[in-house]
């Protein structure tokens, strides 16, 4: 999977610096509002429960202004180590993967300036908000929102910290809340 993920980075890299080349006149006005962002989330720190979260993520959006976009985001969740006691029960441990669907939204909150030593830096707030689904037994398990804070360096690569929060609305799975790192390239 590492490997998947790390020749799709490397294919886009070179796939947006190749693009970059050619005007901008040539491409229709509906492909220049495309934005396409690959990313991966490998470190997290529970603040709620016990699990840790590792994400590997897909969007896709289009821009609806000079400093936001609307996103379709596919996110393959691995949890881990997740052991919840309560009264009722001696202790449940129980691992699983998800695969999070959301909509979400990109907001552009800062530009560096021209004149200054931040020209190339810019930073977003991004957000999601859907459901977690379980690849074993095809169903829905969670509702989840996700909210980040990502500094972009130059055109393409960010790197962003953020909060991960999974309802599960069951009594042998509690609710999860993460803060993460996370980075990757969105263009």
Do not use: C, W
């Not at 070179?14 to 509906?30: D, G, H, V, W």
């Amino acid at each position: 999977m590492k490997r998947l993920f790390l020749t799709a980075i490397a294919a886009s890299m070179m796939l947006n610096l190749s693009a970059q080349r050619y005007n901008e006149t040539e491409y229709p006005k509906i492909f220049q509002k495309l934005v396409l962002d690959i990313g991966a989330t490998p470190f997290s720190v529970p603040i709620e429960g016990n699990s840790k979260i590792s994400t590997y993520n897909f969007s896709l959006g289009y821009q609806i202004g000079k400093k936001a976009d609307i996103r379709f985001n596919a996110d393959i969740l691995n949890q881990f180590e997740n052991y919840y006691t309560s009264p009722n029960t001696s202790g449940i441990y129980f691992s699983g993967r998800l695969v999070n669907l959301s909509l979400g939204t990109s907001v552009n909150i800062f530009n560096g300036k021209n004149d200054s030593f931040l020209k190339n830096i810019s930073s977003n707030l991004v957000g999601k908000l859907g459901i977690g689904i379980s690849p074993e037994h095809k169903e829905q398990e969670s509702i989840f929102y996700d909210v980040s804070f990502r500094t972009y360096f130059g055109n393409i690569p960010y790197i962003g910290l953020g909060i991960n929060h999974q309802m599960y609305g069951s009594s042998y799975k509690p609710n999860s809340a993460n803060i993460y790192i996370s980075f990757g390239l969105d263009f």
